[in-house]
């Protein structure tokens, strides 16, 4: 798998297909060594990362737009089974967000979990039903390609 790394999600460079060096896939031991060195992964991104891979959450895909994009540093994209996992995944989310310190995100879809999208500063996750997501496909908005045609070639 390309720009695989050892949670499962996936590294991509949205203006350069070629994944990230080994030595950049790695989470940093500190915060300071994050901002120093934009390829690696910063604490917020581990920690969202961590909380997605503890609450099975299905072809995560992670963007880095450090010095791409005013809007976020990174986006994070990645499918629920149903809208009852999609709802706890963002729950979990959220409340592991909080508690980190990382104050209140602004949330938007929650009632109906369909596509929830949670604003956290530096990091925009999308969360989807699989449905929902392929017809939105978000990937390739940012010209990364989606996980379906990933697995086909």
């Known amino acids: 798998m390309v720009g695989s790394t050892k949670r499962g999600y996936q590294r991509r460079n949205p203006l350069n297909r070629n994944p990230a060096p080994a030595e950049a896939r790695e989470a940093p031991a500190s915060a300071e060594a994050s901002v120093s060195d934009p ?7 581990d920690l969202i990362l961590s909380r997605l ?39 979990h989310l959220l409340r592991a967000l909080k508690e980190a310190g990382y104050g209140k995100c602004r949330v938007e879809g929650m009632p109906h979990a369909d596509w929830v999208l949670i604003d956290a500063g530096d990091v925009i996750v999308h ?3 699989p449905e929902v997501r392929s017809f939105y496909n978000i990937e390739k908005i940012w010209s990364v390609e989606p996980p379906a045609n990933r697995a086909a070639v």
């Open 39 to 45: 390829g690696r992964v910063t604490a917020i991104e």
């Open 53 to 91: 891979d503890d609450d099975k959450a299905q072809d995560v895909v992670f963007i880095d737009l450090k010095g791409k994009s005013p809007v976020a540093d990174g986006l994070i994209v990645a499918s629920g089974r149903s809208q009852r996992h999609v709802g706890a995944m963002a729950d």
């Open 127 to 129: 969360l989807f039903r």
